[in-house]
């Protein structure tokens, strides 16, 4: 049986804290973990589970870590966590979230975003080329913020934002019509006119509250991206599985994150592995 590489701990491992709340449902410490082994580097990705309550103190402690190498930031820090960093990217300004800080030499704190970038991966490694695909995202917070502005980087549009609460992606909207002028975005939610549909809300985490639209609207030629990680098949995706389309699981965007996250932390070689853009 082949093995993967070896996890050791010591006295020098740096620490990177997987931090939220529910934590149980993240796969990404073991994933990451592994991922920094890969890359001989001695750096270990321990799951956290901070409430907001406590989330303000949890920050001024790990500040006081000498051997912390950074964050993984999952719901529902990822807003939260640009109060506590001394500078972001522009994604992560836009979006208004971060689910990653690098720690750099001179103990400055850097805070960025990679969700959307793992879903472009995704798609791409799974044959589905964003660009000129129009798109309806079902979220507008952080994670649907992040997948927004990577899919309109990556020239998809135009681009549909729905949320429960619709000032939300009204807000959405507007951030990303002044950042990306040349994209184009609309508020609500219509999956009749989208090539690609993407649930970023947490209906259906860990088994909790269903769909979060009636799956019967789906069409056997659109593609489905489901950014829950657990379950791994969550009522959704088995819905859109049963209607012929083509799906995207939670689990896939992960393993599109795991590159850039070790790029940014300064963990692997730089490689991002992304493939190339390419039709299905």
């Known amino acids: 049986m082949t093995q993967g590489p070896q996890i050791t701990v010591g006295g020098a491992t740096r620490l990177v804290p997987v ?19 890969q890359e001989n580097c001695d750096t270990l990705f321990v799951p956290m589970d901070i409430p907001p309550g406590g989330f303000s103190s949890a920050m001024r402690g790990f500040r006081e870590i000498a051997n912390l190498a950074g964050l993984v930031v999952t719901v529902p820090h990822k807003p939260a966590v640009l109060d506590f960093v001394d500078e972001a990217s522009e994604a992560a300004r836009l979006v208004g979230a971060a689910n990653l800080v690098r720690i750099g030499p001179d103990g400055r704190w850097s805070a960025d975003i990679k969700d959307g970038d793992g879903l472009v991966y995704g798609l791409r490694k799974a044959g589905v080329d ?14 649907g913020s992040a997948v927004a502005f990577a899919l309109a980087q990556a020239g998809a549009g135009p681009i549909r934002l729905a949320d429960a609460i619709t000032a939300k992606a009204e807000l959405l909207a507007d951030r990303l019509a002044r950042a990306l002028p040349h994209g184009r975005f609309n508020v609500g939610l219509d999956l009749s006119g989208a090539d690609i549909v993407v649930n970023a809300s947490p209906v259906g985490m860990n088994g909790i509250g269903g769909t979060p639209f009636d799956p019967s609207l789906l069409r056997r030629d ?55 853009p390419s039709n299905p």
């Open 222 to 276: 659109q593609v489905l991206a489901e950014m829950i990680m657990s379950p791994l098949e969550t009522p959704l995706l088995a819905a859109a599985r049963a209607r012929g389309c083509k799906t995207l699981a939670g689990i896939e965007t992960l393993n599109g994150q795991a590159r850039a996250v070790m790029a940014f932390l300064g963990l692997s070689k730089g490689r991002t592995d992304h493939p190339s």
């Open 130 to 143: 964003p660009h000129g695909r129009s798109v309806q995202i079902v979220g507008s917070g952080g994670a």
């Open 19 to 37: 931090i939220g709340h529910p934590i149980v449902q993240a796969r990404s410490p073991a994933l990451f973990s592994a991922l920094a082994a």
